[in-house]
Every structure is written in C-alpha cells, then in structure tokens.
Nanobody, 116 residues
Framework: QVQLVESGGGLVQAGGSLRLSCTAS????????MAWFRQAPGKEREFVAR????????YYADSVKGRFTISRDNAKNTVYLQMNSLKPEDTAVYSC?????????WGQGTQVTVSS
C-alpha cells in the first residue's frame, strides 16, 4: 500500500507561481512512476504531467507545456510540480498519482485557485 500526501496548493493571482509537493510512503519510491492530475469543478479529471523512474523522462499535457515542471527527489520520496505563469483555467484540485507494479494510488488532492 502506497500513501500519498500532497501540499502546496493555495490561492494565487494569474501570472503567479506555486509549487506542489507529494510525499509517498514506501521504501521503493524510486520504482514508482509518478504523475499529477487535476480536476476542475464540473469537469473530468485530466492528466497534467508524469515523470518516470528515471527523472529524465517527463511528459506534459499540451495545456501546461512550457509553464509547469515535474521533478522528483528519490531521497525524500517526493515529487514536485512547479507551476509558473498560472492562468485562471488552471484552477482545480491537483492530485498525485503513483503507479507501483501496475497498481494505481492516489492522494487526497490539494486545491489550486488562480484569480484573474
């Protein structure tokens, strides 16, 4: 069982920045594929970014490319999402996802609100 705890959400003005963190339990964090998803009110959950076991492998949704950066620190069992140039349409609950041996795990989510 993998437990995920997100932090770093909040209220920010358009054009601002936030950094989200997600800390995972487990001794084999290095083997987890980690990702961030988001869900805006009235919309389905959507993929934001993913990072492979090797931190050099990253993927982004087109809507966040060039603005968001996903990274990981295996020594701290933590994955980050640096969000720059935030837009009101980035407002959502952001959730951390871990894939371990084919099993999906989710955090509770953290609210990000971007005001115009």
């Amino acid at each position: 069982q993998v437990q995920l705890v997100e932090s770093g959400g909040g209220l920010v003005q358009a054009g601002g920045s936030l950094r989200l963190s997600c800390t995972a339990s487990g001794r084999t964090f290095w083997s987890y594929i980690m990702a961030w998803f988001r869900q805006a009110p009235g919309k389905e959950r959507e993929f934001v970014a993913r990072i492979g076991r090797s931190a050099g492998t990253t993927y982004y949704a087109d809507s966040v490319k060039g603005r968001f950066t996903i990274s990981r620190d295996n020594a701290k069992n933590t994955v980050y999402l640096q969000m720059n140039s935030l837009k009101p349409e980035d407002t959502a609950v952001y959730s951390c996802n871990a894939v371990d041996n084919g099993r999906n795990y989710w955090g509770q989510g953290t609210q990000v609100t971007v005001s115009s």
